[in-house]
């Protein structure tokens, strides 16, 4: 079974407070999905090899530690998942990126997916997929089923809000995926949207609505 992780840092979940009111305006939503992305990043690293090299210090010879030459990949789910990219890089600046375009039928609130891009050595990546809402969980158990058909073996999923019928969805699907999430909200609602959550994260950072 996969792990599910809750950053409760008080910095992410002050940053979070905001980014759910609906007065928060567009370029501070954006900035904040940056900041939160960039403190999760910092968190779900966590277990990245190191490995000790030595060095010259202006002064002497030193042990130092650096990480261990790890390939790592970052994949945003295509709309809103973009808006926690430019966070990812800040911490990770060699990371490749690759981009999964999934909507959700409204009617259905199945995953549709209209664009694909990765890396050609993306199986011999670790990947952390990006996408701020896990809601039913469709569109994130729908990105990592394509990148384990192209031979991904190694994958996160991070989310800033979690819904339980998403974790559940993801824990079934992919029991070896670690779901990372700033908050794991109450339920669903009829629409699918997280409750209380933040509404449409898509809509929030590029101001389409
Ligand atoms: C949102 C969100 C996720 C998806 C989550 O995208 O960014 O990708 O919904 O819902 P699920 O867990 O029920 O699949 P949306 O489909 O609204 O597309 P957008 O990012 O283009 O706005
Ligand atoms: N997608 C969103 O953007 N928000 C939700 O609450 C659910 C899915």
């Known amino acids: 079974m996969s792990e599910l992780h809750v950053f409760d840092h008080p910095l992410i979940q002050h940053k ?3 980014l759910r009111d609906k007065k928060t305006s567009v370029k501070e939503f954006r900035e904040l999905i940056g900041e939160i992305s960039m403190l999760m990043c910092y968190e779900a690293t966590w277990d990245l090899p190191l490995e000790e090299i030595e060095i010259e210090t202006p002064v002497a010879k ?11 990949a970052v994949v945003p789910i295509l709309r809103a998942g973009l808006g926690m990219v430019d966070g990812m890089v800040a911490m990770i600046p060699s ?3 690759g981009h999964i375009g ?3 039928d409204p009617e259905t609130l199945e995953p549709v997916e209209y664009y694909c891009k990765l890396p050609t050595d993306i199986a011999e990546r670790d990947v952390i997929v990006v996408d701020p809402m ?3 969980g469709g569109s994130a158990a ?3 089923s394509f990148l384990k058909k192209h031979g991904c073996k190694n ?3 991070m989310n800033i809000i979690g819904a339980p019928e998403g974790v559940e969805t993801m824990q079934k699907l992919h029991p070896d995926v670690d779901i990372y999430v700033a908050a794991l909200d109450d339920h669903l609602n009829d629409h699918g949207y997280i409750v209380p959550g933040l509404g449409d ?3 929030r950072i590029f101001g389409t609505k």
């Open 142 to 144: 729908a990105a990592v």
């Open 16 to 18: 979070l407070s905001i």
């Open 201 to 203: 994260a898509g809509d």
């Open 155 to 157: 994958i996160k999923m």
């Open 62 to 72: 030193a042990k130092v530690k650096r990480i261990a030459g790890k390939k790592l």
């Open 134 to 136: 896990l809601a039913t």
């Open 95 to 97: 990371c490749k990126v």
């Open 102 to 104: 999934l909507y959700r």
